[in-house]
């Protein structure tokens, strides 16, 4: 493909981080996670953290604005010259479209839109089990991706915790905002003709295997 430019779509706990670090490393772009990108700024108490912090511990999507001006430039940018990985973002209608706005600005467009596609009950077994290195990031489950020694991260060896926001209470109410404020995006993108849909309820590694046979029939249809 001559540029990826990709963006990782799918419910609350249904692998976009966990297949965002295996396309980065597939690929070698640039992978913005908007999820990650605001948890590093509350961690920093940035003017964004603090933004950002209330809307995230209620599980409430933060406002379109403050997002936008997040990835913007970054997508638009020199770093971002063969192709960028969005994962998280765009998460609501306005988004997808000051998006499509900002690439269209520098003759540009998104290549594919992934959906990741997992059940209700799935995410809230899959969010109870994760556990979240506190330096970088990298995702594990207890069950279903444990790591070597107990609450210590296998890559960089920090500490695991439980994310803020994957108590029960707090997925129940994540998985709202996305069924009422994401689907849509997802028809949007049906309608521009680059959704793809991976069933995210198998293992790991088939679903990587998915993506990859994926984003090879695009190479292969864009070369015909
Ligand atoms: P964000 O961090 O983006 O959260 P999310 O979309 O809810 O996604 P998660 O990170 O929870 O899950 P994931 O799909 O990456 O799954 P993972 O690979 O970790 O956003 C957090 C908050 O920030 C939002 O609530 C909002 O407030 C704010 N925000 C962010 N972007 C925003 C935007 N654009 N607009 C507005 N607000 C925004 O996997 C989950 C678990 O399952 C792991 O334990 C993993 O090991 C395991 N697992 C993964 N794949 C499998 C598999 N195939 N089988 C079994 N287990 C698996």
């Keep these: 493909m001559s540029e990826l430019n990709l963006v990782l779509l ?77 994962d998280g973002f765009p998460r609501t209608t306005p988004q997808a479209e000051a998006l499509d706005r900002e690439l269209e600005d520098v003759g540009k467009q998104l290549t594919v839109a992934l959906m990741i596609d997992v059940p209700d009950e799935e995410v809230m077994r899959r969010l109870g089990g994760r556990r979240t290195c506190v330096k970088e990031g990298h995702v594990f489950h207890v069950d279903f991706d444990p790591p070597k020694h107990e ?37 949007h993108y049906e309608d521009t003709g680059i959704l793809r849909r991976v069933d995210g309820a198998r293992a790991p590694d088939e679903v990587g295997d998915r993506i990859r046979a994926i984003l090879a029939t695009l190479k292969m249809e864009e070369e015909l």
């Design 151 to 187: 609450n210590v991260c296998d890559i960089c060896g920090s500490r695991l915790i439980v994310r803020d926001d994957d108590k029960p209470e707090v997925i129940r109410h994540r998985l709202e905002e996305y069924h009422s404020k994401t689907e849509p995006v997802i028809a």
């Design 10 to 86: 799918g419910p609350p706990g249904s692998g976009k981080g966990t297949q965002g670090e295996r396309l980065q490393e597939d690929f070698r772009l640039p992978y913005w996670a908007t999820g990650d990108i605001l948890r590093a700024a509350v961690r920093e108490g940035t003017d964004l953290g603090r933004e950002a912090k209330e809307y995230m511990d209620r599980g409430d999507l933060v406002p379109d604005d403050v997002m936008v001006g997040v990835i913007a430039d970054r997508v638009s940018g020199h770093e971002a010259a063969d192709g960028f990985i969005l």
